[in-house]
Nanobody, 115 residues
Framework: QVQLVESGGGLVQAGGSLRLSCAVS????????MAWYRQAPGKQRELVAR???????LYADSVKDRFTISRDNAKNTVYLQMNSLKPEDTAVYSC?????????WGQGTQVTVSS
């Protein structure tokens, strides 16, 4: 069983920054798909960013040039640096990893951006 624990959420004013962390309970060196999703109230969950084992990244259009996903294999941790936050970024952010044939999810962390 793989466990993911997110941290770093909170309340921030518009224009501010937060860094989310996702600690994984196993070595992540070979995990090819690691990602952050978010779900706002009344909306569907959406992909925010993903990173592969070769550090190839992909971002939602709404967060490009503001968010950065990264991974630290030595710490078995995936990060999401969020800058220039907007009220519409308010959501529960969850990390996920794919270790085929299964995917694993963290419990989520709340990010609230006030205007």
């Amino acid at each position: 069983q793989v466990q993911l624990v997110e941290s770093g959420g909170g309340l921030v004013q518009a224009g501010g920054s937060l860094r989310l962390s996702c600690a994984v309970s196993r070595n992540i060196f070979s995990i090819d798909f690691m990602a952050w999703y978010r779900q706002a109230p009344g909306k569907q969950r959406e992909l925010v960013a993903r990173i592969t084992s070769r550090d190839s990244t992909l971002y939602a259009d709404s967060v490009k040039d503001r968010f950065t996903i990264s991974r630290d294999n030595a710490k078995n941790t995936v990060y999401l640096q969020m800058n220039s936050l907007k009220p519409e970024d308010t959501a529960v952010y969850s990390c996920t990893v794919a270790i085929l044939p299964r995917t694993y999810w963290g419990q989520g962390t709340q990010v609230t951006v006030s205007s």
